[in-house]
């Protein structure tokens, strides 16, 4: 029974397998991701009732023991990067429409947002370190490797703060954020890696510098794809990367929008669920290894997704993270559904 229901995380592998669909079909088929996405996964968020279920001290136990959802995790690794050289050589190798290029691209700029940096956000707050290599690994392709920097030392210190990047602002539209953010947290990102290079002493040039390998990395990759794909290969890759990167963003943009933290003296409040958006629509749910439980996850940060509960006290998203992500990218649909429940929220 348990390990019935421990396989329902493999729901997380139908975007890989909608993704696959994109890439050997044409026509209306090269949107299969973005079909499964953002039509057929929100209507059936709509069917299926959540599920409020809070772990006992021994199923936790139990279920930080199971290594099955480690290797669920781990997976995603060799899928994914099969899946993108798999594309890639796909759209340089035949002559396609540009309708059907645009459907494969964005379905993979999809699998790489949802089993990429969505896999690696949860493998980079790991205390194992080949973890969180492991996480660092599947950054490369969305050449957005200060993420792991940005994310883990910035976002979770200054999360609801106007001192944090990734957190969107009342009333600020996601096209705004887009750019505050993306530009926001790779100046962070140095930021922090100077004060780190600083307080451990070691020079720019140094080893320790991760950001200087975050870089080279990058340009490997790319380098990679030149050869193995020339130059159509490399329009592909970052054109699937930026699909990635404001996926991801969006994602940001609907976690923590409009909501702060009260600064008492010179500090801000700790942070508690009620400072972010949390979603607990199932489907959702499974399909990003519980990301959608996000004020669990901000309040207790070392917590394995396999653990995380829903937050009573949390602002509720009214719909599950892909239909918020269609609403959010409709500015004043937007405005008006979220911030009457932001006045709520600030007058309880």
Same mark, same amino acid.
């Given at each position: 029974?348990?390990?019935?229901?421990?396989?329902?995380?493999?729901?997380?592998? @139908?975007?890989?397998?909608?993704?696959?669909?994109?890439?050997?079909?044409?026509?209306?088929?090269?949107?299969?991701?973005?079909?499964?996405?953002?039509?057929?996964?929100?209507?059936?968020?709509?069917?299926?009732?959540?599920?409020?279920?809070?772990?006992?001290?021994?199923?936790?136990?139990?279920?930080?023991?199971?290594?099955?959802?480690?290797?669920? &995790?781990?997976?995603?690794?060799?899928?994914?990067?099969?899946?993108?050289?798999?594309?890639?050589?796909?759209?340089?190798?035949?002559?396609?429409?540009?309708?059907?290029? &645009?459907?494969?691209?964005?379905?993979?700029?999809?699998?790489?947002? @949802?089993?990429?940096?969505?896999?690696?956000?949860? &493998?980079?707050?790991?205390? #194992?370190?080949?973890?969180?290599?492991?996480?660092?690994?599947?950054?490369?392709? @969305?050449?957005?490797?200060?993420?792991?920097?940005?994310?883990?030392?910035?976002?979770?210190?200054?999360?609801? @703060?106007?001192?944090?990047?990734?957190?969107?602002?009342?009333?600020?539209?996601?096209?705004?954020?887009?750019?505050?953010? =993306?530009?926001?947290?790779?100046?962070?990102?140095?930021?922090?890696?100077?004060? &780190?290079?600083?307080?451990?002493?070691?020079?720019?040039?140094?080893?320790?510098?991760?950001?200087?390998?975050?870089?080279?990395?990058?340009?490997?990759?790319?380098?990679?794809?030149?050869?193995?794909?020339? =130059?159509?290969?490399?329009?592909?890759?970052?054109?699937?990367?930026?699909?990635? =990167?404001?996926?991801?963003?969006?994602? #940001?943009?609907?976690?923590?929008?409009?909501?702060?933290? #009260?600064?008492?003296?010179?500090?801000?409040?700790?942070?508690?669920?009620?400072?972010?958006?949390?979603? #607990?629509?199932?489907?959702?749910?499974?399909?990003?290894?519980?990301?959608?439980?996000?004020?669990?996850?901000?309040?207790?940060?070392?917590?394995?997704?396999?653990?995380?509960?829903?937050?009573?006290?949390?602002?509720?998203?009214?719909?599950?993270?892909?239909?918020?992500?269609?609403?959010?990218?409709?500015?004043?649909?937007?405005?008006?559904?979220?911030?009457?429940?932001?006045?709520?929220?600030?007058?309880?």
């Amino acid at each position: 029974m348990y390990i019935m229901r421990d396989l329902k995380y493999l729901l997380a592998y @139908t975007i890989p397998i909608s993704t696959c669909y994109s890439i050997y079909y044409d026509g209306i088929w090269s949107y299969s991701a973005v079909i499964y996405a953002y039509l057929i996964i929100p209507i059936f968020e709509l069917i299926f009732s959540e599920n409020d279920h809070k772990y006992s001290a021994e199923e936790k136990s139990s279920r930080l023991k199971n290594k099955l959802f480690d290797f669920m &995790l781990y997976f995603n690794i060799p899928m994914v990067f099969g899946i993108l050289a798999w594309g890639f050589s796909d759209l340089t190798s035949n002559l396609y429409s540009f309708s059907d290029q &645009l459907g494969k691209i964005i379905s993979l700029g999809i699998l790489l947002s @949802t089993n990429g940096i969505n896999v690696a956000h949860e &493998l980079g707050h790991r205390i #194992n370190i080949y973890e969180k290599i492991l996480a660092k690994f599947l950054l490369i392709p @969305t050449l957005y490797m200060h993420f792991f920097i940005e994310h883990n030392f910035g976002h979770h210190k200054n999360v609801a @703060t106007p001192e944090d990047p990734a957190s969107a602002k009342l009333n600020q539209s996601l096209y705004g954020f887009w750019i505050t953010s =993306v530009i926001g947290q790779y100046i962070s990102a140095w930021k922090i890696q100077t004060k &780190l290079r600083k307080q451990n002493n070691f020079s720019f040039f140094s080893i320790k510098h991760d950001m200087i390998w975050y870089l080279l990395f990058q340009v490997i990759y790319i380098g990679l794809i030149f050869i193995l794909f020339g =130059v159509k290969g490399v329009f592909y890759a970052s054109i699937t990367a930026l699909i990635s =990167v404001l996926m991801l963003e969006t994602i #940001n943009y609907i976690e923590h929008y409009g909501l702060s933290r #009260n600064k008492k003296g010179n500090r801000y409040e700790r942070i508690l669920p009620i400072h972010s958006w949390n979603s #607990n629509h199932i489907i959702g749910r499974l399909v990003l290894y519980e990301l959608t439980r996000h004020s669990d996850h901000h309040h207790i940060t070392s917590k394995k997704y396999q653990i995380l509960e829903n937050k009573k006290e949390s602002p509720q998203l009214p719909f599950g993270y892909p239909t918020s992500m269609i609403i959010a990218m409709i500015p004043p649909l937007w405005f008006w559904l979220i911030n009457p429940r932001l006045k709520l929220l600030n007058n309880s």
